[in-house]
């Protein structure tokens, strides 16, 4: 079974930065658009960033040249590196993925979830 699994959330300092990282496991043929969404009590989760196989790159405007989203296709790992962090920005942090599996088996994943808290 194909598992997404984050990691690096935590509690940091208004300003401050934090990397978040997801690895792929299991029977995976190929990975498409990799991407990082976000969730608060009560609202609907949104995407925050997002970078197809071939490298091209999708940010929500309030994150915008404060998060970077990187891949290593090779380890089937994504990234997100989060600076000049505020307290808008907590949220549980949730990878997702198109993963291949098979011709005939493929569909979007998502991992477990991770804390991000922002204090003032």
């Known amino acids: 079974q194909v598992r997404l699994v984050e990691s690096g959330g935590g509690l940091v300092q208004a300003g401050g930065s934090l990397t978040l990282s997801c690895a792929a496991s299991g029977s995976i043929e190929s990975i498409g658009t990799m991407a990082w969404y976000r969730q608060t009590p009560g609202n609907q989760r949104e995407l925050v960033a997002s970078?197809?196989?071939?490298?091209?790159?999708n940010y929500a405007d309030s994150v915008k040249g404060r998060f970077s989203i990187s891949r290593d296709n090779a380890k089937n790992l994504v990234t997100l590196q989060m600076n000049s962090l505020k307290p808008e920005d907590t949220a549980v942090y949730y990878c997702?993925?198109?993963?291949?599996?098979?011709?005939?088996?493929?569909?979007?994943?998502w991992g477990q979830g991770t804390q991000v808290t922002i204090s003032s």
């Open positions: 997702n993925a198109y993963i291949r599996q098979s011709a005939t088996n493929y569909g979007w994943y």
């Open positions: 970078r197809t196989r071939g490298d091209s790159t």
